[in-house]
């Protein structure tokens, strides 16, 4: 059975850009998390999709924005993209709330 | 007070030894418990999970869960070279829509 699926790999892109990382679950989970992880800092809480509705946020501003399609699957978009933006952009999922988060390989998003 | 909290280390232990990591809560409300290992670069694994009081075993590994002293603790039995790592501690609340995850304990296990 296939894990979490992030896509792509790595992004390069310059400031002020955008940026759209995407995220396939497990089959089956419904609960779609995405964290943010800076160069030797901790995971950073961004959004929470259950059954394509937004469960919950992070405090991040306004241009972090996404969304879950009927599938499951979820996309991250980051517009006016900013250096500070450089991050390892991890995806998870569960089969719901309060169940274990299986994590995908993460997403190299690099803002020169 | 962060809502969970781990001393970042670096914790450092030797080869065969106990590793004992740690996690404190400030939320007296009913939990689940999981811990996370994240080698470098790479993204967390799940290691296990616990949500009662009490002990948990899996292999060398052991769960400890205190409601009354508000704190969750992993014990590492016969430490291996290759459990060097940054172990997290995620707190689900029960009931509501909120995860959240410690800092990360950095674990060095010396041969």
């Known amino acids: 059975e296939a894990g979490v699926t992030q896509s792509p790999t790595h992004l390069i892109k310059t400031r002020g850009q955008q940026a759209t990382l995407r995220c396939s679950p497990i089959?089956?989970?419904?609960?779609v998390y995405w964290y943010q992880q800076a160069l030797g800092l901790g995971l950073q809480f961004l959004l929470w999709?259950?059954?394509?509705?937004?469960?919950n946020r992070g405090n991040f501003p306004p241009r972090f924005s996404g969304r879950q399609f009927p599938n499951y699957s979820s996309e991250l978009n980051v517009n006016a993209l900013e250096l500070e933006d450089s991050a390892l952009y991890l995806c998870?999922?569960?089969?719901?709330?309060?169940?274990?988060?299986?994590f995908g390989s993460g997403t190299q998003l690099s803002v020169l | 007070q962060k809502e969970v909290e781990q001393n970042s280390g670096p914790l450092s232990v030797p080869e065969g030894a106990i590793a004992s990591l740690n996690c404190t809560y400030s939320?007296?409300?009913?939990?689940?418990f999981f811990w996370y290992r994240q080698y470098s670069g790479k993204s967390p694994e799940l290691i296990m999970s616990i949500y009662s009081n009490g002990d948990k075993e899996d292999g060398r590994f052991t769960a400890q869960l205190n409601k009354a002293s508000q704190y969750v603790s992993l014990l590492i039995r016969d430490s291996q070279p290759s459990d060097s790592a940054t172990y997290l501690c995620?707190?689900?609340?029960?009931?509501?829509?909120?995860?959240?995850f410690g800092q990360g304990t950095r674990l060095t296990i010396n041969p």
């Open positions: 998870a999922s569960s089969l719901g709330l309060n169940e274990k988060l299986f």
């Open positions: 939320d007296r409300v009913s939990q689940s």
């Open positions: 995620l707190m689900i609340r029960q009931g509501a829509q909120k995860l959240v």
């Open positions: 089959s089956g989970h419904t609960s």
């Open positions: 999709y259950d059954e394509g509705e937004e469960r």
